[in-house]
C-alpha cells in the first residue's frame, strides 16, 4: 500500500531537502507527490523549459527509495503566459475578467490555453515518461474548485453555441424543447444564445441546465487533451489519475474518469472557518462517492488533511486520534493509497495556515508520530485488505446533473442539496448499513434498498430501471420533489410525481415551500410511524394516495389529515414516499421498518460510530471508528471471535460488546464462516 505526502520542493532551500526526506524515511512514507503547481519553474518563458529543479528533486527522492506522482502544472498559468495570452483568464457572471494572482485562472474554453497545456504535458511527459522513479500522474489540480467550473467570457459564448449546434442540429429543435416561446426568447440565429450572465431576473432554466453540462463536457475533453498527451509519450506502467472535489461543481466525475486509470479524491473533513469538523456520515458518503465514480474501482486519497487547514481563517486543529480516524475510514470505504498533506507548513503564499505533519518549523512532533503510529498499524494487514469486496445492501442516487438542477431552482430558501442529502443518507449511515452510490449505468439487481433523494430531475432510463427494480422485489425510498423535471429541465405534464405516480402509488395535487422559520408538523398513523409525530422542514408535498398506504399525515390548518409518508405495494416490491424533510427520528423509524422487511439485518444504532464490513478470500474485515472526541461508545460486534488485524501475533480476542474510547479507529478481522 502507498502511504505519501505532498511535497514541495521548490519552496525550500535545497540543504534542507535531505531533512526531510530522511523524515519521511523515517515515517516509512513510499510515495511523493510534486510539481503540480510548478509551471512557471518548468518553462520560464514560452517554449523554454528548465526542468533542473525538478530533475534533482525527482533523483533525489528516488535516492531514498520513494517513488513519484507528478502533477501537471496547469492549475497556475504563469505571469508571462496571462500577460503575453490575457484571453485565457475566466470571466465571472457578472462579466468580470478574473485577474492573475491565485489558482485556477484559466477558461478550458480558451484553444490558445489549451495548445499551452498540451505543450507543458507534452514536454514533461518526454521528460519522465520512462523514469523509473515516476509511477504515475496527476493531470491538473482539483478541476473547477473555487469556482472555476464556470466562464462567462466570449470564447466560453462562441463555444457554448457549438456546444448546443452540435447537440440540438436545429434552432427549432433546441426553441421547442427550452420552450423559448416564452417571454420572446425564440433564437433565429446560434450567435443570439447568450451564456447565463447576470440578468434582471432569471435564465431560462432549461438554458442554465445545458449550459453546465456543457461546462462539465470543456472540461472533461479538456482532460481528454491532457491524458491523450501523456498517454502517447509515457510507460504503461504509469498511471494516470486527477485529485476530484466533489461539491456541486459543473463536472461530471464520472465523465472524466473514463479517460482515468483510477480517480483520487481531497480529503479535508474540515477546512478554514469550520468551528469543528463536518458530520462523519459526510464525510463517508463523499467516499462513496469517489468509489462510485470508476463504479466501485479503488480510488486514491492524494490530499488528506494532516493539521489545522486555512488561508486567512484557520479551522479546527485536528485532535489526537483523527488523522488515523480519517485514514481508516477512507481505506475502509475504498482507498487503496493514502498522501497527507501536506508535508511541511509553507512559510509564505496564499496556504501559510495550511499546516501539515511539520509545522513551519520543520520539527517532527505529535502529528509527525501519529502518522508514524498509523503507518505501522496498516502494516500487517492493508495489502489484503483492499482486495476486500463491499456487502451490497443499499443503492444511494446521486446524478450531478440533478444537483445542477436544485442549484438553478432551489425553491425554498431553506433549501440545501448537501444537507438534504445528508438528511437520508446518515440515518442508513447511524445504523452501519453498507451503501454504494448508483447512476444510470450501474447495476441495480443485488441491492435489496434503493434510497433516492430529492430525484427531481427525473430521466426516462432511470425511472425505468426504478419500476424493473421494485416489479422484481426490490424496495424504494423516494422523497418529496420527485419527477417534477425531466431531462431538459422542463417541468412534467403529468400529475407529480409524474412519470413515477403508478410506482408511488399516488398523486401530488398541491405543495407548500417551507420558508424561513416555518416548520410543518407530522403525525404517524400506521407500521414504524404510528404513535410517532413531530416537525418537518423544507418542503411538503400534499400527498393523494391512490393504491398507497398512508403512514404519516400532517397537522395543520385545512390541509390537517393530508398524507405526508406512504408505502405502495408495485409488483414483488415496496415504495416509500417521504413527502417532506422529515425529522430524524421518524426517518429512522422508517428506515428500521423498510431494510427489516427488505431482509437486511439491523445493525446497531450509533451516530458517532461507523462501521464498514469487507471480505477477502476466507477472512472477514469489520471497521469501526468512534468520531466522538468526547465519549467512550460501546459497540456490539458480530458474531465470532475478531482479532485486531494491526496485531502481528493477533493475541486479543474481541467478542460481543466492545468500548472504544474517544476518536479510536480499528480494524478487526476473523475467518469467514461458509
Known amino acids: 500500500m502507498y502511504i505519501g505526502v505532498d511535497y514541495y520542493p521548490e519552496q525550500w532551500p535545497k540543504e534542507r531537502w535531505k531533512t526531510d526526506l530522511e523524515l519521511m524515511k523515517e515515517l516509512g512514507i513510499n510515495v511523493v507527490r510534486i510539481g503540480e503547481f510548478s509551471w512557471s519553474l518548468l518553462e520560464?518563458?514560452?517554449?523554454?523549459?528548465?526542468?533542473?529543479?525538478?530533475?534533482?528533486?525527482?533523483?533525489?527522492?528516488?535516492?531514498?527509495?520513494?517513488?513519484?506522482?507528478?502533477?501537471?502544472?496547469?492549475?497556475?498559468?504563469?505571469?508571462w503566459l496571462v500577460q503575453k495570452y490575457p484571453e485565457v483568464l475566466p470571466v465571472q457572471e457578472d462579466g468580470?475578467?478574473?485577474?492573475?494572482?491565485?489558482?485556477r485562472h484559466y477558461t478550458v474554453n480558451s484553444r490558445v490555453f489549451r495548445r499551452m497545456s498540451r505543450h507543458i504535458v507534452e514536454a514533461m511527459a518526454r521528460r519522465y515518461g520512462s523514469l523509473e522513479a515516476v509511477i504515475g500522474w496527476q493531470t491538473d489540480n482539483e478541476y473547477g474548485h473555487e469556482k472555476s467550473d464556470r466562464s462567462y467570457g466570449p470564447r466560453d459564448q462562441k463555444a457554448f453555441q457549438d456546444w448546443l449546434k452540435e447537440k440540438y442540429g436545429s434552432l427549432d429543435d433546441l426553441n421547442r424543447r427550452w420552450g423559448t416561446v416564452f417571454w420572446s426568447q425564440i433564437y433565429t440565429d446560434w450567435a443570439q444564445i447568450p451564456v447565463p450572465r447576470k440578468v434582471f431576473q432569471e435564465h431560462n432554466p432549461s438554458l442554465l441546465?445545458?449550459?453546465?453540462?456543457?461546462?462539465?463536457?470543456?472540461?472533461?475533453?479538456?482532460?481528454?487533451?491532457?491524458?491523450?498527451?501523456?498517454?502517447?509519450?509515457i510507460d504503461k506502467r504509469q498511471f494516470i489519475t486527477h485529485n476530484f472535489v466533489y461539491t456541486g461543481l459543473a463536472q461530471d466525475q464520472n465523465a472524466i474518469a473514463e479517460d482515468l486509470d483510477f480517480i483520487s479524491f481531497d480529503n479535508y473533513p474540515v477546512w478554514g472557518g469550520l468551528a469543528e469538523p463536518i458530520h462523519p456520515a459526510a464525510i463517508a458518503r463523499q467516499h462513496d462517492l469517489c468509489r462510485a465514480t470508476k463504479q466501485g474501482k479503488g480510488y486514491?486519497?492524494?490530499?488528506?488533511?494532516?493539521?489545522?487547514?486555512?488561508?486567512?481563517?484557520?479551522?479546527?486543529?485536528?485532535?489526537p486520534g483523527h488523522l488515523k480516524l480519517w485514514t481508516y475510514q477512507a481505506i475502509s470505504r475504498g482507498a487503496e493509497a493514502i498522501v497527507y498533506f501536506r508535508w511541511r507548513a509553507a512559510r509564505f503564499g496564499t496556504e501559510q495556515f495550511c499546516h501539515g505533519i511539520l509545522d513551519h518549523d520543520g520539527k517532527p512532533r505529535r502529528k509527525f508520530e501519529e502518522v508514524r503510529g498509523v503507518i505501522q498499524s496498516l502494516e500487517p494487514?492493508?495489502?489484503?485488505?483492499?482486495?476486500?469486496?463491499?456487502?451490497?445492501?443499499?443503492?444511494?442516487?446521486?446524478?450531478?446533473e440533478n444537483e445542477w438542477a436544485w442549484n438553478i431552482q432551489p425553491q425554498s430558501d431553506n433549501f440545501s442539496y448537501p444537507q438534504e442529502v445528508l438528511r437520508f443518507y446518515e440515518p442508513a449511515h447511524a445504523l452501519q448499513m453498507q451503501t454504494d452510490i448508483f447512476r444510470e449505468k450501474e447495476d441495480l439487481t443485488d441491492y435489496k434498498v434503493l434510497i433516492v433523494p430529492v430525484y427531481f430531475l427525473a430521466k426516462k432510463e432511470m425511472n425505468e430501471k426504478f419500476k424493473q427494480f421494485a416489479e422484481a422485489g426490490g424496495t424504494i425510498i423516494f422523497s418529496y420533489r420527485?419527477?417534477?423535471?425531466?431531462?431538459?429541465?422542463?417541468?412534467?405534464?403529468?400529475?407529480?410525481?409524474?412519470?413515477?405516480?403508478?410506482?408511488?402509488?399516488?398523486?401530488?395535487?398541491?405543495?407548500?415551500?417551507?420558508?424561513?422559520?416555518?416548520?410543518?408538523?407530522?403525525?404517524?398513523?400506521?407500521?414504524?410511524?404510528?404513535?410517532?409525530?413531530?416537525?418537518?422542514?423544507?418542503?411538503?408535498?400534499?400527498?393523494?394516495?391512490?393504491?398507497?398506504?398512508?403512514?404519516?399525515?400532517?397537522?395543520?390548518?385545512?390541509f390537517d389529515g393530508k398524507a405526508a409518508v406512504t408505502k405502495n405495494q408495485y409488483g414483488k416490491g415496496t415504495v416509500y414516499y417521504v413527502g417532506s424533510g422529515l425529522n430524524r427520528d421518524m426517518l429512522l423509524r422508517l428506515y428500521k421498518e423498510a431494510f427489516t422487511e427488505a431482509g437486511l439485518s439491523l445493525q446497531m444504532e450509533n451516530t458517532a460510530v461507523e462501521t464498514v464490513r469487507r471480505a477477502s478470500g476466507d477472512v472477514d474485515y469489520l471497521s469501526v471508528m468512534n468520531h466522538s472526541t468526547e465519549t467512550a461508545e460501546h459497540v456490539e460486534l458480530p458474531a465470532g471471535?475478531?482479532?485486531?488485524?494491526?496485531?502481528?501475533?493477533?493475541?486479543?480476542?474481541?467478542?460481543?460488546?466492545i468500548t472504544l474510547p474517544p476518536l479510536t479507529s480499528i480494524v478487526l478481522q476473523k475467518p469467514k464462516i461458509t
Open 44 to 79: 520560464p518563458e514560452e517554449g523554454s523549459y528548465d526542468f533542473r529543479l525538478l530533475d534533482e528533486a525527482v533523483s533525489f527522492i528516488a535516492s531514498y527509495g520513494m517513488k513519484v506522482v507528478l502533477g501537471t502544472p496547469t492549475a497556475t498559468p504563469p505571469a
Open 96 to 103: 468580470q475578467t478574473i485577474g492573475f494572482g491565485a489558482r
Open 209 to 233: 441546465l445545458d449550459f453546465d453540462r456543457f461546462c462539465a463536457d470543456a472540461y472533461t475533453s479538456y482532460n481528454k487533451m491532457q491524458t491523450d498527451a501523456l498517454r502517447a509519450r
Open 300 to 319: 486514491w486519497v492524494m490530499e488528506e488533511l494532516s493539521g489545522a487547514q486555512g488561508w486567512s481563517q484557520i479551522g479546527y486543529l485536528p485532535r
Open 381 to 400: 494487514f492493508a495489502d489484503d485488505f483492499l482486495e476486500a469486496v463491499f456487502p451490497k445492501e443499499i443503492g444511494f442516487y446521486h446524478d450531478p
Open 482 to 558: 420527485t419527477g417534477v423535471k425531466d431531462a431538459d429541465n422542463v417541468v412534467t405534464d403529468q400529475t407529480l410525481p409524474g412519470e413515477l405516480a403508478e410506482l408511488c402509488g399516488i398523486e401530488v395535487h398541491e405543495y407548500d415551500s417551507l420558508r424561513g422559520e416555518r416548520k410543518g408538523s407530522v403525525r404517524g398513523v400506521r407500521g414504524a410511524l404510528g404513535g410517532t409525530g413531530g416537525n418537518t422542514e423544507v418542503w411538503c408535498d400534499f400527498i393523494e394516495p391512490i393504491s398507497a398506504e398512508v403512514l404519516a399525515v400532517y397537522e395543520d390548518t385545512w
Open 641 to 657: 471471535s475478531w482479532k485486531n488485524a494491526s496485531e502481528k501475533e493477533n493475541e486479543h480476542v474481541f467478542k460481543g460488546l
